[in-house]
């Protein structure tokens, strides 16, 4: 008997170093050829879980920073706070293991009425001080996945970060001659209410380089339940933890009477689309596609404006959902045995 649980041990252990090995290999073969800072509210929409987790999972990218932002109050439930969202993004780095890692920044919780005044914090700085960093060659994307304050407010603070990064930015309404609003829409988009001010700061005041995702396009990466189920349940702490954070937001939903049917929008993913999975020759999203737009003037209802004068910008048309969906999928399975 003793003999049968010595093998059914060796099985096991064997078993998981193997997934230890692969994902070692992963990084092994893998180098960080960009710089990364998150800016989410990560204590809202829980598809802003699902990014931070895949972006952690990928190793073509150093992660300089995780800003936890605030959204509206009582977004999506919750308190809406910088701190709550530091709180959610903390379970799932300590998760990872990588509490050690990685730090998360918080901001001021509020957002800009006026665009002559940015709200500092510690969240701004660290943006500020990656971006005029000269020790490194490694490009600096920040990505954010909600309201533009903190982004804008180091701009004002510090204007010379415009030559120094790429702005990734999930939020805007459709532009008219791409693209109609979904059935039931509304004319103000939720990312860009967050902070109306700070957007007319981005996109109205700076040189800022903008790789626009906007509604349109942030609804194409669709999960359904079904995948949920067989891809994300079970697959480890990380899948599990994942797959009830999406539970306890369906119950949401529900006593809000939502009707989600059988899928969700994962509309945050596309930050690492466009940034960890480029490609490998002449790094780019190059499985996605955009046109070029010169940068809208926003109004003060958070609307575009046509601006002749406007700078050129990049408008996502059309995301690589395959790459976006296998490529989560396949890393949860290497994370899905435990150490």
Not at 123 to 149: F, H, N, S, W
Request: overall charge negative; hydrophobic content about 40%; some cysteine.
């Amino acid at each position: 008997m003793r003999s049968i649980f010595l093998i059914l041990f060796l099985v096991i252990s064997s078993f998981g170093f193997s997934q230890q090995t692969r994902l070692e290999e992963l990084n092994s073969l893998v180098k960080p050829r960009m710089r990364v800072i998150i800016d989410n509210d990560l204590g809202g929409d829980p598809d802003g879980l699902f990014q931070l987790a895949h972006h952690l999972m990928s190793p073509s990218v150093e992660i300089r920073g995780i800003i936890a932002s605030h959204l509206y109050e009582q977004g999506f439930g919750g308190p809406g706070t910088s701190e709550y969202a530091k709180e959610q993004a903390m379970k799932v780095i300590n998760i990872l293991g990588l509490e050690n890692s990685v730090n998360v920044y918080i901001d001021k919780s509020r957002s800009m009425v006026d665009v002559t005044k940015p709200i500092d914090s510690e969240a701004v700085q660290v943006i500020i001080k990656e971006a005029m960093r000269t020790d490194t060659d490694l490009p600096l994307y920040v990505v954010c996945g909600g309201g533009l304050t903190n982004i804008a407010s180091a701009y004002l603070l510090e204007p010379e970060i415009a030559e120094k990064l790429t702005l990734v930015w999930i939020g805007g309404p459709e532009y008219t001659d791409i693209a109609i609003p979904p059935p039931g829409y509304t004319t103000l988009e939720y990312n860009l209410g967050i902070d109306i001010k700070a957007a007319q700061v981005i996109f109205n005041d700076s040189d800022i380089n903008i790789w626009q995702v906007p509604r349109n396009v942030y609804r194409q990466p669709i999960m359904s339940d079904a995948e949920l189920l067989i891809k994300v349940k079970g697959k480890g702490k990380l899948g599990n933890h994942l797959f009830n954070v999406m539970k306890e937001a369906y119950t949401k939903l529900d006593k809000w009477n939502i009707p989600m049917g059988e899928v969700y929008i994962y509309g945050d993913n596309p930050l690492v689309l466009l940034t960890a999975l480029q490609s490998s020759f002449e790094p780019d999203p190059s499985s996605s596609s955009y046109v070029i737009k010169q940068a809208p003037i926003i109004n003060e209802e958070g609307l575009y404006k046509v601006n002749l004068k406007g700078r050129n910008i990049r408008v996502y048309q059309q995301l690589d959902n395959r790459l976006l969906f296998d490529d989560f999928f396949t890393k949860l399975v290497l994370l899905g045995v435990e150490k």
